[in-house]
């Protein structure tokens, strides 16, 4: 998560991760300066953007949604290219732009996910027996990350509560928790964990929610996006997406939910607790410690645009935190 394009950093934040890509861009740099007098040339070749992953869209599967696409905001969906080449996904690569790459052989058939803890009929469901719990439904909705970039995506999928029906959650479930698939051969930077030299993040990755969260109609079990089936860089087969939290909430690839009676811990609350709060919801009068949650830029455009509170789905969920100091539970 702190690692960032250079065009995504601002001149305020002044970041390793900046010192580190200048640095190479500048070795780049002498490196052509050196074996060519066409100056121009250097200049295209540092700025060319960096290859991408294209699938053709016809050769990915499609879905179907049934119903009236939900858009509440009326916003323009950002191109297919950039959902599928920038993306977040540390399993597979730390760099946005690797993901796609490093995730294309990935293979998300068959999958399961298991639902367990505090439920009367706890289930293990096949992808398909998903795919029938109910119509598959386009939300077109606002992903904002917690680095200040964001992104429309038409999302295919079904409410998150229709799946947590099925298994008849019991009242004593306060909470749900979600974990990612924890499989090195296919997922190759979990290979770097606690235990190794690099440590990047301690697998499996994990979220939650707080059940009324997680029942809420705008969460979403995402299978798709554009009308075709998730590519792998964006969480293939199922991901959660909670359009008015930080985009870290909407975990990728989920193999097992379970429900509890107390908050879970998350994988980015726990990696840094002072950063990333476990409701993180979208506020841009709440600063991250390093730099201000005010602005953000949505991938496609060249200038800052603000950033609304609940990333502007506030008619539909300010109610669920209704008394509660949002400075506090970040
Ligand atoms: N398992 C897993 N889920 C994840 C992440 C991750 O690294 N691993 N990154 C998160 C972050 S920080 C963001 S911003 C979104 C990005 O989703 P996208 O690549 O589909 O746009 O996925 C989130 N879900
Ligand atoms: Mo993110």
């Known amino acids: 998560m702190l690692i960032k394009k250079p065009e995504d950093i601002k001149a305020s934040e002044i970041t390793e991760e900046k010192t580190y890509f200048s640095r190479r861009n500048f070795i780049r740099a002498g490196a052509l300066a050196a074996s060519t007098v066409a ?13 991408k992953t294209v699938v053709s869209q016809d050769k990915i599967l499609d879905l179907k949604p049934s119903s009236v696409p939900l858009n509440l905001n009326g916003d323009e969906p950002t191109d297919f290219i950039d959902i599928t080449n920038y993306n977040n996904f540390y399993e597979f690569s730390t760099s946005k732009n690797g993901v796609a790459r490093a995730a294309k ?15 009367n009929k706890p289930k293990t469901f096949d992808l398909d027996e ?14 904002r990350c917690v680095e200040t970039w964001s992104m429309v995506i038409p999302w295919v999928g079904l409410p998150l509560g229709k799946l947590l029906e099925q298994v008849e959650p019991l009242s004593s479930a306060k909470y749900v928790t979600f974990e990612t698939l924890v499989d090195p051969e296919r997922m190759p930077n979990q290979k770097t ?46 991901r959660l997406v909670v359009p008015w939290k930080y985009g ?6 989920i193999v097992k939910i379970k429900l509890v009676d107390r908050q879970p811990v998350t994988t980015w609350n726990l990696e ?18 390093r730099w201000s949650q005010a602005e953000e830029r949505r991938i496609g455009e060249y200038s800052y645009r603000d950033t609304s509170i609940f990333n502007g789905y506030g008619e539909q969920v300010a109610s669920l935190y209704n008394g509660m100091d949002l400075n506090k539970y970040y």
């Open 39 to 51: 100056t121009g040339f250097a200049y295209r070749q540092l700025f060319v953007p960096e290859e």
């Open 105 to 119: 052989k990935f293979v998300a058939r068959p999958w399961t996910l298991t639902i367990e803890g505090l439920a």
């Open 130 to 143: 998903i795919f029938r719990i109910a119509p598959l439904e386009e939300r077109t909705y606002r992903l």
């Open 193 to 238: 964990g606690p235990m190794s030299f690099f440590s990047v993040l301690d697998w499996p990755y994990k979220e939650g929610l707080r059940m009324d969260e997680a029942l809420h109609p705008l969460t979403i079990l995402a299978v798709g996006l554009y009308g075709k089936v998730l590519l792998p860089a964006n969480g293939a087969p199922i």
């Open 248 to 253: 870290f909430k909407s975990i990728k690839s």
């Open 272 to 289: 840094a607790p002072s950063e990333y709060g476990f409701y993180a919801n979208v506020n841009p009068k709440v600063s991250h410690p």
